[in-house]
């Protein structure tokens, strides 16, 4: 027996050892905090100090701004250089290099764009002050790489060393950011031509409307609703003739953010404010990184303040102490699809009444522990044909901004030394970016929205959203609107502004944006009902806008089920007793203890899950999803509901009331199948934070340790606290320009994304609960002086 306590011992120790060395690996990757360094290959002009609060939040103090730069990139580099990395590849399609096979089909579907190579030639097109700014990032990106004594955890457990910053990969990370918030990539418009050859010209309009039902552009435009039309409902969309694997659309191309203003005559301390939460996917480390730069300047000190995006060395979102500004979405049409007209052989497509042969580029896909793969990219003029190299049938290019000089630079950077919102507004038609409503607050107390990022400008286009045949050249773009053709709301009269991914002009205004796929203006509507409820805000007035999770929006629904679907015999027949004692008393809001809401919601997504069953299968049947086209399933769906037209309901349903009685009952039973019972169906079981890591997934027991906690959270889709199944509000701000010190500032995670960090975590819990984080870093607890 002797021997086998030994034998423990031996096991204990060796376990213990081991543990001992991870931890030693797993710390030398950790960020310096404090003490001095030689930056090396930063190659800093003077000496720089890196300052951090008790959350991380970083201050850089330098005498230039390339020399902020350099330093944004190393403390960039040491806390999130894997973020980083596959931002750059998620672009370049470059992620298999990294991770292996698995990531081949989306690396081939990226290589389409050949980003890295367009990537390469925007750097070279730009102004030197530009280039110099991302030389001098990417110089104090890799000297932060170096200085780790240990890669960065995630390379350990890959196997696999970081490759260098370069200067281009900080475009390919705005270019993934294109990839993110302008997603059709051509898929909706083929969807949306799909649906013009299914059904005539008239229920065309009628199901691609724009909402009515739910109005609040900032120029007080509006738009009529289509009516159901006379004309039959088409046959082959009351049937489903092939099933459906995914039968429920979506009410946006985005589930979106906010961004709203209040002049200086609305606020309690007469200045003006800009609050913002931009919703994306929720991940750990989150999207964004806290910094403060500050750098001298002909005499005087720049101090700017507010979110980074890891991998750039801009502020995204925040303020210069004269001017704030957030973004949103547009949601606006970015993307025209080329119908090609091919020569007799298939080489070559017509272009301005002539042939013209496609330029074919061999694109080769790394991938770690296998052989590399190619695949042949077609270029047009326009850009790539979207169908792969050899398929027969109907081919299509993809005009896309993302694909232009304009649409590709560091003209953010402007808002670094904008001193007024009219100076601000000026610089946005400038900037290279996934288009944005610039939402802007000055020193002064003015507000101003507009549009950042390039527009172009169509001529001879009839329907922009479905392809089109540009061979005879004359449909086109002619360029880009200059900064005096860009939409523009300037001091308002009433003093306030929002924005919300929906219609935000009319007119020749939108016109010029197109539809994207706005969202439906529910959200837009709350948040505008809500700042003209109230005359004065401070900022926890604006804050609480933000954390508002009324259900407004379902409000018709729950009428609906109460007074039409629940009558006391369906109920009595059913055992429906407790299913209407919920919907009547906790679907007011999207609170994590709510059961109603939960019924109401899944009720209303069922219902018109099987009125737009059959259409979504002739969709797929062509090999396009429902959820691709721009159509919001809630305007159409809700008409025909209120219509009840027999020759509109799908053939399985023997009347109206049937219909509904149905959507009752599989809603009901699904969130019995999920949950075992109606009453643990809660919105917060329905709705965890689900704020993961990228190896949680594949590494499950390192899940615990690398996941933020688990937990319901309030909020949903329609309604100003987004959250919805790990999409949410990836920060949220509030802030008055020139009064910082009273300014939030929130995020979901931390700073770091190393997990032994003590800013893993930082903001999470206030974020959860929506506690005030101060705008401005708190006192210094580490600091760090990088030296040339």
């Known amino acids: 027996m002797r021997w086998i306590k030994r034998l423990t011992l031996c096991l204990l120790a060796l376990v213990l050892l081991l543990a001992a060395v991870l931890t030693g690996l797993l710390r030398g990757s950790l960020a310096q905090l404090d003490g001095e360094r030689n930056a090396g290959a930063a190659d800093l002009a003077a000496p720089v100090e890196l300052q951090r609060d008790a959350r991380g939040y970083l201050s850089v103090v330098a005498e230039s701004r390339l020399d902020a730069a350099r330093a944004l990139g190393f403390a960039h580099a040491q806390e999130r250089f894997f973020q980083m990395d596959l931002l750059r590849r998620n672009a370049a399609g470059e992620l298999a290099a990294l991770v292996g096979p698995k990531a081949v089909p989306l690396d081939k579907g990226r290589r389409v764009h050949r980003f890295r190579a367009r990537a390469e030639a925007a750097l070279a097109a730009l102004e030197a002050p530009d280039r110099q700014l991302l030389d001098?990032?990417?110089?104090?990106?890799?000297?932060?790489?170096?200085?780790?004594?240990?890669?960065?955890?995630?390379?350990?457990?890959?196997?696999?060393?970081?490759?260098?910053?370069?200067?281009?990969?900080?475009?390919?990370?705005?270019?993934?950011?294109?990839l993110d918030l302008q997603r059709g990539q051509g898929r909706d418009e083929l969807a949306m031509g799909a649906l013009h050859s299914l059904v005539q010209p008239d229920w065309y309009a009628f199901l691609t409307q724009h909402s009515s039902d739910y109005q609040a552009a900032l120029d007080d435009s509006r738009v009529d609703p289509v009516p159901v039309p006379a004309s039959p409902w088409p046959a082959a969309l009351r049937a489903a003739q092939v099933a459906c694997s995914d039968c429920r659309g979506t009410d946006a191309r985005d589930i979106g953010s906010?961004?709203?203003?209040?002049?200086?005559?609305?606020?309690?301390?007469?200045?003006?404010?800009?609050?913002?939460?931009?919703?994306?996917?929720?991940?750990?480390?989150?999207?964004?990184?806290?910094?403060?730069?500050?750098?001298?300047?002909?005499?005087?000190?720049?101090?700017?303040?507010?979110?980074?995006?890891?991998?750039?060395?801009?502020?995204?979102?925040?303020?210069?102490?004269?001017v704030a500004w957030g973004f949103t979405n547009t949601t606006s049409d970015w993307t025209d699809v080329i119908r090609l007209q091919l020569s007799a052989d298939g080489q070559a497509y017509r272009n301005g009444g002539a042939d013209k042969p496609f330029v074919r580029h061999l694109e080769r896909i790394e991938v770690a522990g296998a052989a590399a793969e190619s695949i042949e990219v077609l270029e047009t003029d326009w850009g790539p044909v979207l169908e792969p190299a050899g398929q027969r049938g109907p081919r299509h290019a993809l005009r896309w901004v993302a694909y232009d000089p304009q649409g590709l630079n560091v003209g953010l950077r402007q808002l670094e030394r904008a001193a007024t919102v009219d100076e601000a507004v000026r610089a946005a038609a400038g900037m290279g970016l996934p288009a944005q409503n610039l939402m802007l607050a000055d020193r002064s107390g003015r507000i101003a929205w507009t549009v950042a990022g390039a527009i172009p400008r169509r001529v001879g286009s009839d329907d922009p959203n479905r392809p089109q045949d540009w061979s005879d050249g004359k449909p086109r773009w002619q360029g880009y609107l200059g900064p005096d053709e860009q939409p523009r709301v300037l001091d308002p009269a009433d003093g306030r502004l929002w924005t919300a991914n929906s219609r935000m002009v009319g007119g020749a205004a939108l016109a010029k944006l197109g539809n994207g796929g706005y969202d439906l203006?529910?959200?837009?509507?709350?948040?505008?009902?809500?700042?003209?409820?109230?005359?004065?805000?401070?900022?926890?007035?604006?804050?609480?806008?933000?954390?508002?999770?009324?259900?407004?929006?379902?409000?018709?629904?729950?009428?609906?089920?109460?007074?039409?679907?629940?009558?006391?015999?369906?109920?009595?027949?059913?055992?429906?007793?407790?299913?209407?004692?919920?919907?009547?008393?906790?679907?007011?809001?999207?609170?994590?203890?709510?059961?109603?809401?939960?019924?109401?919601?899944e009720f209303r997504a069922t219902l018109l899950e099987l009125l737009f069953a059959p259409l979504a299968g002739q969709l797929e049947a062509q090999g396009h999803k429902f959820a691709d086209l721009r159509l919001a399933p809630e305007v159409p769906g809700w008409a025909l509901i209120r219509a009840g037209r027999p020759d509109t309901l799908p053939e399985a349903f023997a009347s109206w009331q049937a219909l509904l009685q149905a959507a009752v009952l599989r809603s009901r039973d699904a969130l019995i199948a999920r949950h075992g019972t109606l009453d643990q169906a809660t919105w917060g079981r329905e709705n965890p934070a689900n704020v993961r890591h990228p190896l949680s997934a594949v590494l499950p027991p390192l899940a615990r340790w690398l996941d933020m906690p688990q937990q319901g959270l309030a909020g949903d889709r329609h309604m100003p606290r987004v959250h919805a199944a790990g999409h949410g509000q990836s920060e949220r701000m509030v802030v008055a320009p020139g009064h910082e010190e009273d300014g939030w500032l929130v995020l979901p995670g931390g700073q770091s994304g190393h997990p032994l960090s003590p800013f893993y975590a930082a903001d999470h819990a206030a974020w959860v609960s929506g506690e005030r984080v101060p705008f401005l870093p708190e006192a210094t607890r580490h600091r760090l002086i990088l030296r040339p």
């Open 136 to 178: 001098a990032y990417a110089a104090g990106a890799n000297a932060g790489l170096a200085a780790l004594s240990v890669r960065p955890p995630e390379y350990l457990l890959l196997r696999q060393t970081p490759a260098a910053w370069r200067a281009a990969d900080t475009l390919l990370v705005t270019l993934s950011m294109y």
């Open 258 to 322: 906010n961004n709203f203003a209040v002049s200086a005559a609305h606020a309690t301390h007469g200045h003006a404010m800009v609050a913002d939460d931009m919703h994306l996917g929720l991940r750990v480390p989150g999207t964004w990184f806290k910094a403060r730069l500050q750098w001298k300047e002909q005499g005087a000190t720049r101090d700017v303040t507010g979110v980074t995006l890891p991998g750039t060395p801009l502020v995204v979102a925040g303020s210069n102490g004269q």
């Open 521 to 601: 203006g529910a959200r837009a509507q709350q948040i505008r009902d809500a700042l003209r409820a109230q005359d004065r805000f401070d900022e926890a007035g604006l804050h609480a806008i933000q954390l508002d999770h009324r259900a407004l929006f379902l409000a018709r629904w729950q009428r609906l089920l109460l007074d039409r679907v629940l009558t006391p015999e369906f109920v009595a027949s059913q055992g429906l007793q407790a299913y209407r004692q919920h919907v009547e008393q906790s679907s007011e809001a999207a609170r994590v203890d709510a059961v109603g809401y939960v019924l109401v919601r």
